[in-house]
Nanobody, 114 residues
Framework: QVQLVESGGGLVQPGGSLRLSCVAS????????MGWYRQAPGKERELVAR???????NYADSVKGRFTISRDNAKNTVYLQMNSLKPEDTAVYYC????????WGQGTQVTVSS
């Protein structure tokens, strides 16, 4: 089964930016849609952004205009550019197919705090 490894998280001040990466162990060319999800403490995991094989994107209302999802099929990688970060963006971020079909990875922690 495909394995996914997320990276790029960290501690950032409000208003700052981070770029997350998700590298797959196999080609993602055949995967129709990939997504970035996040789970904050005490909350359910939620879909943040989604990108199809054709490049169409969808975003949660809470991140629209601030986050950008992209994919590089040649590198088996999906990215999430996060700008204008807010404290409420603090969470562990995961990537997966959409709908999710792959065993969840460890995710990458994003903490937005001054």
């Amino acid at each position: 089964q495909v394995q996914l490894v997320e990276s790029g998280g960290g501690l950032v001040q409000p208003g700052g930016s981070l770029r997350l990466s998700c590298v797959a162990s196999e080609s993602i060319l055949s995967i129709n849609a990939m997504g970035w999800y996040r789970q904050a403490p005490g909350k359910e995991r939620e879909l943040v952004a989604r990108i199809t094989r054709a490049g169409s994107t969808n975003y949660a209302d809470s991140v629209k205009g601030r986050f950008t999802i992209s994919r590089d099929n040649a590198k088996n990688t999906v990215y999430l550019q996060m700008n204008s970060l807010k404290p409420e963006d603090t969470a562990v971020y995961y990537c997966n197919t959409h709908p999710s079909t792959i065993t969840w990875g460890q995710g990458t922690q994003v903490t937005v705090s001054s």
